[in-house]
């Protein structure tokens, strides 16, 4: 899954590569088609000039330079952190007239950083790197604008038209998360050296970028921390329990957040490369953070990466099985049908990797839920779940324990049989209902035996309720 | 099961519903908590209900909230506040379970019965449960913990509030965010608990931890611990450690800080005092109302009014005036609307002349505004400018403010207009009502939105109210009878609904010699649905109208009605005849 994402990463980058205008002109202007749609987008990012002092200069003109290959060596490091000043330099991107031929040089400028990291012609001393990072850092590093939900200051709001968000700054964005890929990546970087700048704090800020709208940027973000988990061994604890602190804010404080999916992509990953035993830590992290994630509202927009992770766990380890099960259970929708057909989906999922032991320990809570779900008066939901009965694995785990599960959906089948509206429901129902008398007939007949017996002694059992509450009461008054 | 005559076991009973499969009969049995208690008297409640409860917190969330909700009312059950401290384990156990919405409930309850709680048994229960959940492994428990120390903080010992300070200190400092952030959320509420030399040096140095947190969402809640801090320190302190802060959050480069900045600042004013005010928050607060971010400028335009009854009049026309003028004609609706819905309340605190001078251009402008809310907010703070500087300079403007919402296209906008009518009478008196205002009331008897005719119906009524019975007699009475013959029914069932409220205004004299005539005359309409709301308007009458003109007009009316081929027709004349007896059995 992951290396599609990377070498999507790639194509952007050999585009821009490709179109490098040599003369700054105003053709050249950011992208025209990116939607800024609401004012406070628009309004103005600050244009101060961000000084570099701690690299010794302070003057923030954008000018242009010489291409540092076209100078002698000696002279080098004095131009490129040159160069790092000049981009250091923001933008207004709202008007695509303004500073257009500052805009042209950064944009050049970024290019010819990132050619030259890629190409690892000259290695980056120390003193560089610290530079390149920190450029890139007040680059990237800004507070993302009112998201949509929240923003109140948006002209012309129309709920319906769901139009992505776009940052208007993204061409030199772009560059600028490009530029840091090319470094992460690189294979000349020393990360014993480079901890030094990609450090905690840098890795937060980072995470902290993920709830941007910008799907484009969220693409980068996603590759990127996963190169540095990936290279940076020392940070792999921190990066996990950052990510964990961001469910945790997202599940039990805001409930929003728009970087939820790539997230889990990279733990996707990261889980698949879990050693075995599990280390106690990581079953903690399913149980406090993955699970819980199906309690959000939105969980449609993440649930395919969730389910990734989930079944993961399990292939790795079928004893947890139990614990996903009843987990989902809990959090199971009372009245999202469309979150209900993905947890039938998952749960179909987790059962294929699920064996024999497990299954008995929970089939009891499922079941119930599964007679539920094939009661729904939604047919999707009905037939999601009477689909389990195509699955083969499942179907065995089924016959295995009939003389438990019968009984727990017999009144279900009865019931859709009798009087569910969906024509093709009731066919399902039917043949699950068949298959469970060629299986065992006396078995079957004793189930329908006990369910005239419960369907007769219905009403009265509601009656008995009412009484003892009435009796309850009556107690109570007298105070005895 | 228990037949009639067996004994009744209340705990079997809870026992039985609590496992049973449908949740809304878990539900209902823990909503009835109360009876099983006063079943079981207080000393059976204590020994064999709690602990049964303390047992059972592993059920769904909405049993959970439930249970929550209940035991913090369940002190009168268990035997009083002596015996209180029973209730606390059950609610030690919901603190830390996973749902938010739980937990709170726990910690709302548990401070509940604490605050009523003797001071011997906090010591003793109280004060080691809040030690306990700050101490949990898991970071549920911590966070309830942190909206208790309020609560145990007052009655402790010497030693042990030592001891409390250091752990909240260290609460502040957790390792998770989430703990984080709960301490910062509840630090205001506690620091009103600390003696003041305290309060000084340990919470401020947790205050100052918080502000310089690396997580941008714990140093947004910091800030509203600044106010919150500020109310209980010294006015020097609050200059010395508070000030800086704030001005730095005012700064921030984040919007989400700066916006609750501009939310919380002109309530610092009052405790930096004012040089402090002058020097420091003002051009701050000047700062936020240019904001690049429209939030920021939102909410800071939002308080504008209530910063400058902080500030000096000159004060306030040398600095926040020239913004709020900037605001007026600022690129969001949204902020222009945040200011209209304050900037009236500006009026008394500049006095007649700086109004006139200054604010008067403002409110014009923003009642010609494009976006009906900004005049809407203009408009339902008539009121507050009147006071000031009297209505006669802004009516020229106001009329065609009002008919252009009067027939704006949203049935809502005109729907608030409506309901602020009866103000704009009260303020611009009869005169110019009569002149301007009648014709649009009696339009919108005949809106094609029912909400809006139904408001319209009221709005008569409070119009009768307003100017008195005789005038309305003149102006509105006539009117409204006349649209009783229009040729559709819904806008003659409108009238009916109106005349209904009108009567009991215009007392028993004009409802029985104007009204009454008009709805017996309804009643021969051709539509069932008019029929019957004339039976209903009839039996309404009963009460206003005296004994003889009910046995003569009303009962023979709806005798008549009674005997409709319409079921309905018939079923509310009855209803009518009923009511009709009941009053004359009673007098």
Known sequence: MFNKIRKKGHRKASKSDGAETPIPTNN????????????????????????LDCLGHSSGVVEVLPLLKEIPLSERHALFIRKLQICCVSFDFSDTLKNAREKEIKRQTLNELIELVQSGSSKMNEIMQEGLVKMISINVF??????????????????????????????????????????????????????????????????????????????????????????????????????????????????????????????????NGFALPMKEEH??????????????????????????????????????????????????PVTNCGKEVLFLGELEDVLEATQSEEFQRCMVP??????????????????????????????????????????????????????????AINGLTANVRRMFQEMDAELFEECQRQYEEREARAGSLEEQRVLTWKRLEEAAANGC | MAMIDEPLYP????????????????????????????????ERTRKELIPFLSENNDDDDEVLLAMAEELGVFVPYVGGVEHANVLLPPLEGLCSVEETCVRDKAVESLCRIGSQMREADLLEFFIPLVKRLAAGEWFTARVSSCGLFHIAYPSASETLRNELRTIYSQLCQ???????????????????????????????????DLTQDDQDSVRLLAVEDCAALGKHLEPQDCVAHILPVIVNFSQDKSWRVRYMVANQLYELCEAVGPEATRTDLVPAYVRLLRDNEAE???????????????????????????????????????????????IMGMAPVLGKDATIEQLLPIFLSLLKDEFPDVRLNIISKLDQVNQVIGIDLLSQSLLPAIVELAEDRHWRVRLAIIEYIPLLASQLGVGFFDDKLGALCMQWLKDKVFSIRDAAATNVKRLAEEFGPEWAMQHIIPQVLDMINDPHYLYRMTILHAISLLAPVMGSEVTCSKLLPVIVETAKDRVPNIKFNVAKVLQSLVPIVDQPVVEKTIRPCLVELSEDPDVDVRYFANQGLQAIEQVMMSS
């Open chain 1, 366 to 423: 499922l079941f119930r839920q599964v007679a539920r779900s094939i009661n729904s008066s939604h047919f999707q939901v009905a037939e999601r779940a009477l689909f389990w009965w195509n699955n083969e694995h499942i179907v065995s785990l089924i016959a295995e324990n009939r003389h438990t599960i019968l009984p727990i959906i017999f009144e279900a089948l009865e019931k859709n049989i009798k009087c569910h509206w969906n024509q």
């Open chain 1, 283 to 332: 079953k903690l992290f399913l149980v406090r953070a993955l699970i819980p994630l199906h309690k959000a509202k939105c969980v449609a927009s993440y649930h395919q990466q969730l389910s990734y992770c989930i079944t993961q766990f399990v292939e790795k380890d079928y004893r947890l099985a139990d614990i996903v099960i009843r987990g989902l259970l809990k959090y199971w």
């Open chain 1, 28 to 51: 050249a202007a950011p992208n025209p088609d990116v939607t800024v749609n609401h004012a406070s987008r628009t309004a103005g990012a600050p244009s101060q000039p961000l000084s």
């Open chain 2, 174 to 208: 957790d390792d998770m965010p989430m703990v984080r952030r709960a301490a910062a959320t509840n630090l205001g509420k506690f620091a009103a608990t600390v003696e003041p030399a305290h309060l000084k040096t340990d919470i401020m140095s947790m205050f100052e």
């Open chain 1, 142 to 271: 800004r507070c993302l604008p009112p998201a949509m939900h929240e923003n109140t200051g948006s002209e012309s709001g129309d709920p319906d038209e769901d139009e992505m968000f776009m940052d208007p700054s993204w061409p030199h964005l772009q560059l600028v998360y490009e530029l840091l890929l090319r470094y992460v990546v690189s294979p000349d970087m020393d990360t014993k050296i480079a901890k030094r700048y990609l450090d905690h704090s840098f890795v937060l800020k980072l995470l902290d970028l993920f709830d941007s709208e910008d799907a484009r940027e969220r693409e980068y973000l996603k590759t990127i921390l996963h190169r540095i988990y990936g290279k940076f061994m020392v940070h792999r604890p921190f990066i996990r329990k950052a990510i964990n602190d961001v469910f945790y804010r997202f599940l039990f404080e805001t409930e929003r957040h728009s970087g939820i999916c790539e997230l889990l992509e990279i733990l996707g990953s990261i889980i």
């Open chain 2, 296 to 342: 920021v400028r939102i909410a800071a335009a939002g308080k504008v009014t209530k910063f400058c009854r902080i500030l000096s009049p000159e004060l306030a026309v040398q600095h926040v005036l020239p913004c709020v003028k900037e605001l007026s004609s600022d690129s969001s609706q949204h902020v222009r609307s945040a200011l209209a819905s304050v």
């Open chain 2, 11 to 42: 705990i079997a009973v809870l026992i039985d519903e609590l496992k049973n499969e449908d949740i809304q009969l878990r539900l209902n049995s823990i909503r009835r908590l109360s009876t099983i208690a006063r079943a079981l008297g207080e």
